[in-house]
């Protein structure tokens, strides 16, 4: 199973994160975040299964392509933020996690407006 070898992965990234981190913080931090991205690089290739299965779906329900594509760029923006947010909190900069947090929620409060507007003008159709 995968789940079992990224596991194992992260177990050896963090013993070695907690071992470096006493004599050198710098290279500490660097193999935290050489592993979150060799993790996220791992499980990226199971994202093409699911981005096909909803191209399929989204052609079958005869749904414009660019509501799709703004769906995946609010759902990267989101896991981008998060990734970049976890990656300041080890650090130890919480406070700049913070904002990489907001800041990605303000993105996706833009990214998401055009859905918003469809969803409303759509409603208003039914609206006698």
Do not use: H, W
């Not at 963090?14 to 592993?35: C, D, G, H």
């Not at 896991?79 to 990605?104: H, N």
Request: glycine share 4%.
């Amino acid at each position: 199973m995968e789940i079992i070898q990224i596991v194992a992965f992260a177990l050896i990234a963090t013993f070695l994160v907690i071992v470096v981190r006493e004599t050198k913080p710098f290279y500490s931090m660097m193999i935290a975040m050489m592993a979150g991205i060799i993790i996220f690089l791992r499980v990226a290739a199971y994202l093409s299964t699911v981005i096909n299965v909803l191209l399929d779906m989204t052609l079958q329900a005869n749904i414009s392509l660019v509501y799709l594509n703004t769906l995946l760029k609010i759902l990267g923006i989101a896991y981008l933020a998060e990734f970049g947010a976890q990656i300041c909190r080890d650090a130890g900069e919480g406070i700049i996690a913070s904002k990489v947090e907001f800041a990605g929620k303000l993105l996706i409060l833009v990214m998401a407006m055009p859905l918003v507007v469809a969803v409303l003008e759509t409603i208003v159709k039914f609206v006698p």
